[in-house]
């Protein structure tokens, strides 16, 4: 689950400051996606930054799992953003060196919680279990410049999954893909929402998608709000 609650975000614009995030609230509950759409420049990738903890808002608070991280410090919150927090860019920024299923596992070296440091064995284990649910299982020995763009977003989703998040930030997945391959990534991240009971957070330009997912907003100078009926209608 995650709870924004009033949230407002600004940044210092010469001599005054630009209100990115204006008076937000918004709650995802675990198992559903809500996908956010809106103009360049509004504040949806700002949004999603405070949402995933990376940038602590000037007012209002952000709960993830009942947890008030708006009042922890960077130590702690990079602890729970690597724990509890799983995300995914528009682009896959895998690293090329690596195999599929090594990029998985380096996460696990990443988490700073050392219950969570897990053995060995349990973390390949893991990491093949969530290349099969993103359906690379044959794909686990390759590098990323021998798999697809689809495929390397494949591998993306399923490295946000490797801690066991309670939240998904994701931002414009399927801008570097076709349609077709678009539309198998929502399916997929639809799919993983459901099975591993992450609170999901999408931001997209591809408004066709947004009928599908459990609740849509739109975002316009900071300020956010529902979708209609009529609104969600007219983009399918
Ligand atoms: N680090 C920053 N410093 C100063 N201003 C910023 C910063 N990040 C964002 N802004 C400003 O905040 C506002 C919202 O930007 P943001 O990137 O969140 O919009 P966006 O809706 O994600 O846009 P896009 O769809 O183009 O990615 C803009 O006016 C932007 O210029």
New binding site residues.
């Given amino acids: 689950m995650i709870d924004l609650s009033h949230v407002t975000l600004t940044?210092?614009?010469g001599q005054s400051t630009?209100?990115?995030?204006d008076d937000v609230s918004l709650s995802v509950p675990a198992g559903t996606t809500a996908g956010i759409t809106?103009?360049?420049?509004?504040?949806?990738?700002?949004?999603?930054?405070v949402a995933s903890t990376l940038i602590r808002p000037q007012a209002g608070t952000v709960h993830i799992d009942g947890v008030d991280v708006t009042g922890l410090g960077l130590a702690e919150r990079t602890a729970l953003r690597r724990t509890r927090v799983g995300l995914v860019f528009q682009q896959a920024n895998l690293l090329p060196a690596l195999t599929a299923v090594d990029q998985l596992r380096v996460m696990n070296e990443l988490s700073t919680d050392r219950r969570r440091r897990s053995a060995r064995a349990a973390v390949t284990e893991r990491a093949h279990e969530l290349l099969d649910a993103v359906g690379l299982s044959g794909q686990a020995d390759k590098r990323p410049a021998q798999l697809s763009g689809g495929q390397r977003q494949r591998v993306n989703v399923a490295r946000a999954l490797m801690n066991d998040p309670a939240v998904l930030v994701v931002d414009?997945p399927t801008s570097a893909l076709d349609r077709e391959r678009s539309a198998q990534i929502i399916d997929l991240i639809l799919e993983l929402t459901d099975r591993f009971s992450t609170a999901t957070l999408l931001?997209t330009?591809e408004t066709r998608i947004l009928p599908r997912l459990d609740t849509a907003w739109t975002?316009v100078d900071?300020r956010l709000s529902a979708m209609t009926a009529d609104e969600l209608a007219a983009v399918a």
């Fill in positions: 940044f210092p614009d630009v209100t990115a995030v809106g103009p360049s420049g509004s504040g949806k990738s700002s949004l999603l930054a414009e931001v330009h975002m900071g």
